[in-house]
C-alpha cells in the first residue's frame, strides 16, 4: 500500500506575524562568504582562496523560544500540577507513545473568532464524520486561523478550544491535541474582552488550564489540516527533548495510506 506523507508543520520564520508583537523568532542567517574568517581560525595557515570552491559554511543563529514554531505544550507549560495535584511533567518526561498514534482531524473551520468549542460541538463533529474516539489517538482541530498564518491577523483568528471540550477529550483517553492556531484557547483579544464584561478569571487560558485535571499535551501552530481527511492517516510529532522545558519543537507530520 503508497504511503503519502503530509507536512503539518509551519517553518519557523522571522519576519512574519506568526506570535503576538514582541514574542516573533529572530533567525540572523550566516552565509558562506560571512563565514570564511571563523571557518580560517579552525585551520592555522589556509587563506580564504584554498578552501574549496572558497566558500565557508552556513549556519543560522537563531533566539527562539520553545513555544515558536510548530511545537509541543507539556502539562508544565499549564500549571505546576496535573493529574489532581501530581507533579506536572515536561516535556523530555511524557511517554513517546503519545507522539505516533492514529489521527483524528475535527473541522472547526466554521466557528467564527474567538467561539470556545464545546463539548457538544465536538459530538456533532464526531458524528458528522462517523467517528468514536479511541485512547491515544491524536486529535487535530482545523481552525479558520490556519489560512491566516504568517499575515497581520493571525493571531486573533479561529475558535479557541475551553475547558469543557479539553476536558471531554482527555477523558476519554486522548493525550496529545492540536490546532493550526497560535493557541488551544480562543485567542486572548476574544477572551480579554469576555472577561471584562462578566469578571470571570476562570475563563482566561481555560483550556490549558484544565490540565491541571488530566495532563495532556498539545501542539500549536500546525499547518495544512484542510489537506487531511477525518481519519484514516497516523500523526508523528516527535518534540525536541528540552531538559524540564515547558515545550519542544517538532516537525509533526501525517502519514496517509493510499
Same mark, same amino acid.
Given at each position: ?119 457538544? *460541538?465536538?459530538? %456533532? ?26 499575515? *497581520? ?49 476562570? +475563563? ?14 498539545? +501542539? ?5 489540516? *484542510? ?14 527533548? %528540552? ?16
Amino acid at each position: 500500500m503508497a504511503r503519502r506523507i503530509v507536512d503539518i508543520s509551519v517553518a519557523l520564520q522571522a519576519g512574519i506575524a506568526s506570535d503576538p508583537t514582541g514574542g516573533e523568532p529572530k533567525i540572523h542567517y550566516e552565509g558562506h562568504q560571512e563565514s570564511i574568517p571563523r571557518m580560517l581560525r579552525h585551520f592555522p595557515g589556509m587563506t580564504p582562496e584554498r578552501l574549496p570552491g572558497g566558500e565557508g559554511w552556513a549556519t543560522e543563529q537563531c533566539q527562539i523560544s520553545t513555544h515558536n514554531g510548530t511545537h509541543v505544550d507539556a502539562p508544565w507549560h499549564y500549571a505546576t500540577t496535573m493529574d489532581g495535584g501530581q507533579r506536572a511533567a515536561t516535556i523530555d518526561e511524557i511517554p513517546l507513545e503519545w507522539f505516533h498514534q492514529p489521527g483524528v482531524k475535527l473541522d472547526f473551520r466554521h466557528f467564527s473568532d474567538g467561539y470556545v468549542v464545546s463539548a457538544a *460541538d465536538i459530538e %456533532v463533529e464526531l458524528a458528522r464524520i462517523g467517528h468514536t474516539l479511541s485512547p491515544l489517538e491524536i486529535v487535530v482541530v482545523n481552525t479558520a486561523a490556519g489560512a491566516r498564518y504568517g499575515h *497581520d491577523d493571525y493571531v486573533p483568528t479561529g475558535c479557541g478550544m475551553g475547558r469543557e471540550a479539553t476536558l471531554y477529550l482527555t477523558s476519554r483517553g486522548i493525550r496529545v491535541v492540536g490546532t493550526d492556531a497560535w493557541s488551544w484557547d480562543a485567542p486572548f483579544v476574544h477572551t480579554a474582552k469576555r472577561f471584562a464584561a462578566s469578571g470571570d478569571a476562570s +475563563i482566561i487560558w481555560e483550556g490549558h488550564k484544565s490540565g491541571r485535571e488530566i495532563g495532556y499535551c498539545q +501542539i500549536e501552530k500546525l499547518a495544512n489540516l *484542510d489537506q487531511l481527511p477525518a481519519t484514516g492517516f497516523t500523526v508523528i510529532c516527535f518534540p525536541v527533548k %528540552v531538559k524540564s522545558g515547558s515545550a519542544g519543537w517538532t516537525r509533526a507530520v501525517a502519514v496517509l495510506d493510499e
